[in-house]
């Protein structure tokens, strides 16, 4: 079964850059080494960002009915004065 169907049509030629991962028993354990290294390098490379005249805070708000509320994080330019644009990025 695939799920390729699912990709944005806009994002299939990029996902064609990625060699395909079949994850086995044998094969698993570097898949999870391969992406700890690349989430450290990539925490590493945050932490030089100079962030010094960013707020950073983290709301709820309510969830669907009978579902838990959705953590948000807020970040905005210290200097703000009015309201801004937003981005939203959903996880699935």
């Known amino acids: 079964m695939t799920t390729r169907h699912l990709v944005d049509p806009e994002l299939v030629a990029i996902l064609d850059t990625f060699p395909a991962l079949t994850p086995t028993s044998e094969t698993l354990p570097l898949i999870r080494t391969t992406l700890k290294e690349a989430m ?20 709820f708000i309510p969830g669907p009915e009978g579902a838990p509320d959705v953590r948000v994080l807020l970040y905005l330019p210290i200097t703000a004065q009015t309201p801004l644009p937003a981005f939203s990025r959903a996880s699935i």
């Open 40 to 59: 450290a390098r990539h925490h590493a490379s945050e932490d030089m960002l100079d962030c010094s005249a960013i707020s950073r805070s983290s709301r």
